[in-house]
T-cell receptor
Framework: DAGVTQSPTHLIKTRGQQVTLRCSPK?????VSWYQQALGQGPQFIFQYYEEEERQRGNFPDRFSGHQFPNYSSELNVNALLLGDSALYLC?????????????FGDGTRLSIL | GENVEQHPSTLSVQEGDSAVIKCTYS??????FPWYKQELGKGPQLIID?????GEKKDQRIAVTLNKTAKHFSLHITETQPEDSAVYFCAPPLFSGGYNKLIFGAGTRLAVHP
């Protein structure tokens, strides 16, 4: 039973470019959340997708957008990349949106901005 | 919003000793309390969680205790082993409008020395 998978594992971009990160949730999970983890810090919530719609959003600018597909997989897009966007981007999936539904994480995409 | 504080930030123990990490939260409506372990180069792994109607939960060498009155919950690791070395995060979810997002503490770096 595959867990949460993310691709690519590493990515290097330059300022001003755009990037797309991908996530496949754990089997049986229909809700996907994205988090940003800066070096030495805890993950910060970006947004959550359920039934192909963004349901909740953290304190991130509109440069961060996403999408969820009918098979529950998801993409995170970041436009006009800044140096400060360098971080580990984590995807988490859960079986529903309830507060007691445990969220399971992938190993993330390490994004470096030059 | 939810304010989460985690102590200590670093913890160094000898193999076989016990380790305790405390997490304090601010949202009195919180009713689900997970702990995550993050090893180098990996995503956070859910290791134990507790619901608000339970005061303590154990899983082999790991336990979580909850004090809802004081709004804190703690992770207890007994008989520590070198493979317990990692960063540990508490992440009580903030529930809003039917959806939830995890609010991570700053993390505790645990080092277990042989």
């Amino acid at each position: 039973d595959a867990g949460v998978t993310q691709s690519p594992t590493h990515l290097i971009k330059t300022r001003g470019q755009q990037v797309t990160l991908r996530c496949s949730p754990k089997s049986g999970h229909d809700t996907v959340s994205w988090y940003q983890q800066a070096l030495g810090q805890g993950p910060q919530f970006i947004f959550q997708y359920y039934e192909e719609e963004e349901r909740q959003r953290g304190n991130f600018p509109d440069r961060f957008s996403g999408h969820q597909f009918p098979n529950y997989s998801s993409e995170l897009n970041v436009n006009a990349l800044l140096l400060g966007d360098s971080a580990l981007y984590l995807c988490a999936s859960s079986p529903g949106t309830g507060v007691r539904q445990p969220q399971h994480f992938g190993d993330g995409t390490r994004l470096s901005i030059l | 919003g939810e304010n989460v504080e985690q102590h200590p930030s670093t913890l160094s123990v000898q193999e076989g000793d016990s380790a305790v990490i405390k997490c304090t939260y601010s949202d009195s409506a919180s009713n689900y309390f997970p702990w995550y372990k993050q090893e180098l180069g990996k995503g956070p792994q859910l290791i134990i969680d507790i619901r608000s109607n339970v005061g303590e939960k154990k899983d082999q060498r790991i336990a979580v205790t909850l004090n809802k009155t004081a709004k804190h919950f703690s992770l207890h690791i007994t008989e520590t082993q070198p493979e317990d070395s990692a960063v540990y995060f508490c992440a009580p979810p903030l529930f809003s409008g039917g959806y939830n997002k995890l609010i991570f503490g700053a993390g505790t770096r645990l080092a277990v020395h042989p």
